[in-house]
């Protein structure tokens, strides 16, 4: 059974909260390692070491059980459309299609210069439209799911004692 989008937007939320800490560690190990005394120098190294921190979280999650604290926590795991365990290819492959759910909105901001809260709507909207795509899915996945071959299930919840 496909979990309802609440339930899925709720473990994004819960997720996020999670990776402001991953990524607060990871950024900290980088700027201390490489003594950074700035916010611009070596940005760009510090963006593709954020990117695979944050690929080697999911991966390592999605290919050891299907799923990450917070889709434990709403009881959502990951799986291919066959039902299987995620492989690690399928799970990189699931990983770069999910940063569609930005990079179009935020690649439109640049393009078009947008300044102070258009920096907001631009990515806002794209989120928006990325998620309606359950809309037009029979079984109600996500655009990325379908791309990558996975689907998202909900885990029966374990008798109680």
């Known amino acids: 059974m496909t979990p309802p989008l609440r339930r899925r937007l709720a473990s994004m939320l819960y997720e996020a909260m999670l ?7 990871a950024a900290w190990l980088f700027s201390t390692l490489l003594q950074q005394r700035n916010a611009l120098y070596l940005r760009e ?19 050891h059980g299907g799923q990450t604290l917070p889709m434990k926590t709403w009881r959502i795991r990951l799986v291919t459309t066959e039902g299987l365990a995620v492989s690690p290819r399928r799970a990189l492959v699931r ?25 907001v709507v631009f990515p806002a909207i794209n989120m928006v439209l990325w998620a309606m795509t359950i809309l037009f899915d029979k079984d109600r996945q996500f655009l990325h799911d379908r791309l990558a071959g996975t689907r998202l299930i909900v885990c029966v919840a374990p008798p109680a004692a």
């Open 19 to 25: 990776l402001f800490g991953v990524l607060f560690v």
């Open 45 to 63: 190294g510090l963006e593709v070491w954020l990117f695979f921190v944050l690929g080697l979280y999911f991966i390592w999650c999605w290919t």
């Open 95 to 119: 990983y770069v299609f999910s940063w569609f759910w930005f990079l179009p909105g935020l690649a439109l901001a640049k393009l078009v210069h947008a300044q102070a809260w258009m920096l």
